[in-house]
Nanobody
Framework: QVQLVESGGGLVQAGGSLRLSCVAS????????MGWYRQAPGKQRDLVAT???????NFADSVKGRFTVSSDNIKNTVYLQMNSLKPEDTAVYYC???????????WGQGTQVTVSS
């Protein structure tokens, strides 16, 4: 089992920055990929960014050049640095961890990010 706890959401003006953090606990050695997804009201949950245990990253086209994802293995934490935020980035952001061996996806409780225009 893996537990994920996000923090760092909030209200920010357009053009501003926020950093989200996700602390993983439990069977963290089994995690192959961690990442961030977001869900706006009335919309599906979409990929934002992922990072593998080897450090490879992947980003949605809509956030490329603005968001970065990184991990601190000592702190068992994954970060999402969000710069040049836009109102359309407003959503609940969810941390995700995937264990390939068991095809299990784990989710955090979500953190709200609101970008005002």
């Amino acid at each position: 089992q893996v537990q994920l706890v996000e923090s760092g959401g909030g209200l920010v003006q357009a053009g501003g920055s926020l950093r989200l953090s996700c602390v993983a606990s439990g069977s963290i050695s089994s995690i192959n990929v961690m990442g961030w997804y977001r869900q706006a009201p009335g919309k599906q949950r979409d990929l934002v960014a992922t990072i593998t245990s080897g450090g490879a990253t992947n980003f949605a086209d809509s956030v490329k050049g603005r968001f970065t994802v990184s991990s601190d293995n000592i702190k068992n934490t994954v970060y999402l640095q969000m710069n040049s935020l836009k109102p359309e980035d407003t959503a609940v952001y969810y941390c995700n961890a995937v264990v390939w061996r068991t095809s299990t996806w784990y989710w955090g409780q979500g953190t709200q990010v609101t970008v005002s225009s």
